[in-house]
């Protein structure tokens, strides 16, 4: 993540438009068109994110503070929550149209607010963004839940693609939780 990048205007506009399309589609439950919006090298991961004291020995450094010292993955000590490709995400979004997916029916009420869009980094076609999102929850019956999170994204322009037609490459989900509290992590985010 670089601070000095300044992404052009037309760029900046393509890539916030891109992501209020990607929000559109998955509170309208249009997931297999979201899934179109996936490379097929496509990894997804939601870290776990534990609640490490602040390292003293670090005082006076960012790092002392640092969000990454929160982050698990998979070379940690601890399994990420999601660490999925294509035919995982494939599966899940197959999963959505099951009469007998009982813990989606009803489905669930999502709206989502996608901001802070800051795209750090360009090489080629391929661009890394930063955005910030809150994602409303609800389920007739049920409570309604409220997560908050950051995803890190790098997104490529599709093989002859024009303006606007990205894909996901990478895509980590940083949740703001402190402890797992929700009726499920199963969403898309």
């Not at 005082?59 to 503070?65: A, P």
């Not at 601890?78 to 009469?99: G, S």
């Not at 002859?160 to 929700?182: C, H, P």
């Amino acid at each position: 993540m670089s601070d000095d990048f300044r992404a052009s205007l037309e760029l900046q506009h393509e890539i916030e438009q891109w992501y209020y399309r990607e929000a559109r589609l998955l509170d309208g439950r249009e997931y297999q068109k979201w899934l179109a919006l996936c490379a097929p090298e496509i990894r997804y991961v939601v870290p776990g994110r534990g609640n490490p004291l602040v390292d003293n020995a670090l005082r006076g450094t960012e790092e002392m503070i640092s969000v990454e010292r929160e982050l698990e993955e998979r070379d940690g000590d601890r399994l990420p929550i999601r660490d999925e490709t294509l035919p995982y995400l494939m599966l899940r979004v197959e999963r959505a149209f099951k009469p007998n997916s009982w813990s989606e029916n009803p489905p669930a009420r999502t709206r989502r607010l996608v901001g802070n869009v800051e795209i750090t980094g360009t090489e080629g076609e391929t661009f890394s963004v930063v955005s910030a999102f809150h994602l409303h929850w609800t389920r007739p019956g049920s409570a309604t839940f409220l997560y908050a999170g950051q995803r890190r994204d790098v997104l490529a322009r599709a093989e002859g693609g024009s303006a606007g037609d990205l894909r996901i490459v990478r895509r980590e989900v940083i949740l703001d939780m402190a402890d797992i509290e929700y009726p499920t992590l199963g969403l898309f985010f």
